[in-house]
Nanobody, 119 residues
Framework: QVQLVESGGGLVQAGGSLLLSCAAS????????MGWYRQAPGKEREFVAS???????????FYGDSVKGRFTISRDNAKNTVYLQMSSLKPEDTAIYYC?????????WGEGTLVTVSS
């Protein structure tokens, strides 16, 4: 079955950086759009970033307005892994970060990793 396992979350001071990873298995990773979403306490899940497959669009990336210029998404198809490099972190970036794999009607989610940014 499909598994998405996030790692790299933790506690960081404002202005700091973190690298999140999501290791995928059970799917043809290279053909999926991979994304990151987040959910803060008491708020709805929010789109953070996504990266399309190289065969579809050359790996085109998209970002939510709140993270543009601070976060970078990338993928390594050889390792079946998608990354989210987060820089200039703010307390409002505190959330559970979820990995997503999507292709057509198929949509898979990881369990999430907690990121806490202290002020």
């Amino acid at each position: 079955q499909v598994q998405l396992v996030e790692s790299g979350g933790g506690l960081v001071q404002a202005g700091g950086s973190l690298l999140l990873s999501c290791a995928a298995s059970g799917l043809t990773f290279s053909t999926y759009t991979m994304g990151w979403y987040r959910q803060a306490p008491g708020k709805e899940r929010e789109f953070v970033a996504s990266i399309q497959s190289f065969s579809w669009s050359g790996g085109r990336t998209f970002y939510g307005d709140s993270v543009k210029g601070r976060f970078t998404i990338s993928r390594d198809n050889a390792k079946n892994t998608v990354y989210l490099q987060m820089s200039s972190l703010k307390p409002e970036d505190t959330a559970i970060y979820y990995c997503n794999a999507a292709r057509g009607s198929m949509d898979f989610w990881g369990e999430g990793t907690l990121v806490t940014v202290s002020s």
